[in-house]
């Protein structure tokens, strides 16, 4: 658009350069008698040549003059001549089209520079109304869009076979092997494999990210993916939730269950965690069944090397159980206490002190509510014994005036 512009400008220029020199010539004599100020200034007048008259003037001049009449920003001298109408008023019209099409390309360049992040925020968007409209706690709403924040500043916006399915099978085979050929040889589970079986499980490789804190599967599930860590850390933990291994870059898990090796059949084995933020690729179990039988050979290759494995992590010292450790503790004469479970016992009676404590205050504050109680009705019974002694002791004064009854003594003295 700006070279059409440019282009634009150079040839409106000329045409006003010469349109003028036809119509009113180059000097003030003969055509140029009755000059217009629309026109292009003489370039002689009175046998003398003015500024107008070198090659970069009057190139200059018509440029600039061209410019304005084409961004409708300059103010040009009105026009005269009909000629001088019609020619000022096509371009105007050709240079508004111009400006508006130079507007649109730029628009189109921001839209298309923000089309992603739009699309993405929009996707967000639309997950926090519905995170809100169901009452989704806090905490999770947080987790889900921090992975979201993950997910952006990692570039992971896109859905790779939304992108790679417009290419026909042998490039999105080529794409696949550039991408995650490498990655799935550091698998020392697939390093004595044919090349041929790799690049059929390459095109079958999902991309998964998993949060802080996500168990990517969790022992006694069924297996039905193995995982290759791409990036980040892992661990696999115990029950109660220590930590027995790390597992990092090139790392693979779940091809136990996945082959169905070992006594447990196609469960998990173990809890596997995510540490960080983890990329890890998936295979699932109908892909891995379905290159293999392209690749029959390779299935006792890989049971081979998922056995080796089994029996190594068998052969390693293993943690001590909560129910081995009591027996281990009622066959000793003195046991011993670990420094974890005195720590928690310190714990545990530090606790029931501070509960005993806040109990105690508690109490406390209940009796003496209770005294301050019993005080203000000891005060109100006193204020009513004062009460009822002064009332007893006005009650002869206030009884004088009334005739009194003989008495017994009086009236016996009277009848002797």
């Known amino acids: ?8 400008g150079h040839w409106n220029a000329c045409v006003y350069y010469f349109a003028s020199t036809i119509a009113y010539g180059i000097t003030t004599e003969g055509l140029g008698t009755n000059r217009s100020e629309f026109a292009y200034p003489a370039e002689a007048v009175n046998g003398s040549e003015t500024p107008y008259a070198s090659v970069a003037m009057k190139y200059a001049y018509s440029l600039h003059w061209s410019t304005q009449t084409m961004t409708t920003i300059g103010e040009v001298k009105p026009p005269e001549a009909l000629w001088e109408f019609i020619y000022l008023t096509i371009t105007f019209l050709l240079g508004v089209m111009i400006f508006a099409s130079i507007v649109g390309s730029i628009g189109n360049i921001i839209t298309n520079i923000t089309a992603n992040r739009s699309a993405f925020q929009d996707r967000l968007d639309h997950l926090k109304e519905y995170m809100s409209y ?10 889900i869009i921090r992975w979201f924040d993950y997910l952006w500043a990692q570039r ?4 790779e076979e939304e992108v790679l399915k417009y290419l026909p099978d042998k490039l999105q085979a080529e794409m696949a092997i550039h991408v995650h050929l490498a990655t799935l040889k550091q698998v020392e589970l697939f390093q004595n494999c044919e090349s041929g079986f790799l690049i059929a499980l390459v095109l079958k490789l999902k991309h998964q990210v998993y949060s ?12 039905r993916e193995m995982f290759i860590v791409k990036q980040g850390m892992l661990q696999v933990t115990a029950d109660d939730g220590r930590a027995l291994a790390t597992l990092s870059d090139g790392s693979y898990f779940g091809e136990i269950s996945l082959l169905n090796v070992g006594k447990n059949g196609n469960r998990r084995t173990a809890n596997v965690r995510s540490v960080g933020y983890s990329d890890l690729f998936c295979l699932r179990k109908e892909d891995l069944l379905h290159a293999l039988n392209d690749y029959p050979e390779m299935r006792e290759v890989l049971k081979e090397a998922a ?3 089994l029996n190594l992590n068998n052969q390693s010292p293993r943690p001590e159980t909560p129910e081995a450790a009591r027996k281990k503790l009622a066959r000793d004469a003195k046991p011993e206490k670990d420094d974890d479970q005195q720590e928690t016992e310190r714990r545990i ?5 501070v509960e005993l404590a806040d109990t105690l205050g508690k109490r406390l504050d209940e009796l003496e509510k209770l005294v301050l109680t019993l005080a203000k009705e000891v005060k109100t019974t006193n204020d009513n014994v004062l009460t009822l002694q002064r009332h007893l002791i006005g009650q002869p004064s206030s009884s004088a005036g009334l005739p009194r009854e003989p008495s017994s003594s009086s009236s016996s003295s009277a009848s002797d």
Not at 349 to 353: E, G, L, Q, R, V
């Open 1 to 8: 658009s700006s070279g059409i512009n440019a282009e634009y």
């Open 134 to 143: 169901r009452n989704v706690g806090k905490d999770l709403q947080n987790r």
């Open 156 to 159: 992971h916006t896109f859905e």
């Open 212 to 223: 802080p804190g996500d168990y990517v599967c969790r022992k006694g599930d069924i297996g």
């Open 307 to 309: 056995r080796k494995k």
């Open 349 to 353: 009676s530090f606790t029931n002190s």
